[in-house]
């Protein structure tokens, strides 16, 4: 699976922003896609996934309520619309792909295949 992120930029406090991962390769089906992020010096964190099949979605507590993650079947794409940003939201977000447990989806060591990262930053 390659996938690409794109969507990133510079946007102020309290504005939103929307990903997009767009996906090439392989049926996704059968996979569960994530996005992830990592801020200077901080280790990679989850932020939300979605289970292809059936659009089952979670989400870190940091983003509930604020981000939304939805797929598009049509597209291969999976979209990360997020709102009311804050600060602590900069960082590098990161698309992946996994054939995992749901159980283990916010690992990212479950996940094997990972775009190249799209820079999100939010002053104050």
């Known amino acids: 699976v390659q996938l690409q992120a794109s969507g990133g930029g510079l946007v102020q406090a309290g504005g939103s922003l929307g990903l997009s991962c767009a996906a090439s390769g392989r049926t996704l089906n059968n996979y569960l896609m994530g996005w992830f992020r990592q801020a200077p010096g901080k280790e990679r964190e989850f932020v939300a996934a979605i289970r292809w099949s059936d659009g089952s979605t979670t989400y870190a507590d940091s983003a509930k309520g604020r981000f939304s993650i939805s797929r598009d079947n049509a597209k291969n794409t999976v979209d990360l619309q997020m709102n009311s940003l804050k600060p602590e939201d900069t960082g590098v977000y990161y698309c992946?792909?996994?054939?995992?447990?749901?159980?283990?989806?916010?690992?990212?060591?479950?996940?094997?295949?990972w775009g190249q990262g799209t820079q999100v930053t939010v002053s104050s």
């Open positions: 992946a792909a996994a054939r995992a447990r749901w159980a283990l989806i916010r690992l990212s060591s479950s996940y094997g295949y």
